[in-house]
């Protein structure tokens, strides 16, 4: 016989310990239908970067930055050249080599010329500048404006990532043709790029005073302007 008294401690354990199996029971079964924890792991995606090159600008004040410090190559100066029965008299080459870590950015084409103490009859003259298959007549009617222009001179300033031209022989100023070539991506192509260079006019007294290319330099790594690139004509 179980003492009354010890019955309602006994009922009280047996309750107790039928409570504990169905929480632990109701534990192990929400573990069993629990969805399990899913690592989620982060993936980093390299972006890589865009670097652009350094502007030169578009004007006249633009160009004559750069010629103050000295980031120019004149190509020709004080040559007598013409065309009789449809080839260049005085026509000449010139290899410009390019050195130096650094690449072409951007930069200008210069362009001086005169016949008989007159500018270029714009009808019949030009100046033919042929890089590499990638010139001809140099079309001065895309010239960027000029300030104090020289009189009785023809002058031509072109960016020289646009270079327009007319590629066919003789000079024909009515040509619809012409083409645009991108001089800076020439020039950075090689180390070497050869210009061959006359002037289409009739006249003997045909004279070109200058050609000349003006640059700016860039790391093509930090995108940064530099003064580690040099053009420079053979000797």
């Known amino acids: 016989m179980i003492n009354n008294n010890i019955k309602p401690i006994i009922q009280f354990t047996v309750i107790l310990l039928i409570g504990s199996g169905i929480v632990l029971g109701t534990t192990s079964i929400v573990n069993l239908i629990r969805e399990p924890e899913v690592k989620v792991s982060e993936k980093v995606v390299e972006v890589e970067k865009i670097i652009n090159a350094p502007e030169c600008g578009k004007s006249f004040s633009d160009y004559e930055s750069l010629v103050a ?3 120019f190559l004149t190509l020709a100066e004080n040559r007598n050249t013409y065309a009789s029965n449809g080839q260049f008299i005085n026509a000449f080459n010139v290899n410009v080599n390019r050195s130096g870590d650094g690449k072409i950015a ?13 500018e270029l009859d714009k009808n019949y003259d030009s100046v033919y500048i042929n890089p590499n298959g990638f010139g001809g007549h140099i079309l001065r009617t ?8 020289e009189e009785n001179k023809t002058e031509v300033l072109l960016p020289l990532s646009s270079i327009s031209y007319l590629p066919n022989k003789p000079y024909n100023s009515n040509a619809q043709n012409y083409q645009i070539a991108n001089w800076v991506n020439l020039l950075n192509t090689g180390s070497q790029v050869n210009f061959q260079i ?3 006019a009739l006249d ?3 004279y070109i005073d200058e ?3 003006v640059y700016k330099c860039w790391d093509s790594k930090t995108g940064e302007e530099t003064q580690d690139c040099q053009l420079s004509l053979d000797q």
């Open 198 to 200: 006359g002037l289409s």
């Open 204 to 206: 003997t007294r045909g």
């Open 106 to 118: 951007c930069g200008f084409l210069y362009v001086k010329a005169r016949i008989n103490g007159k």
């Open 69 to 71: 410090k000295g980031q």
């Open 211 to 213: 050609i000349k290319i």
């Open 142 to 149: 895309k010239s960027l404006y000029i300030q104090n222009k």
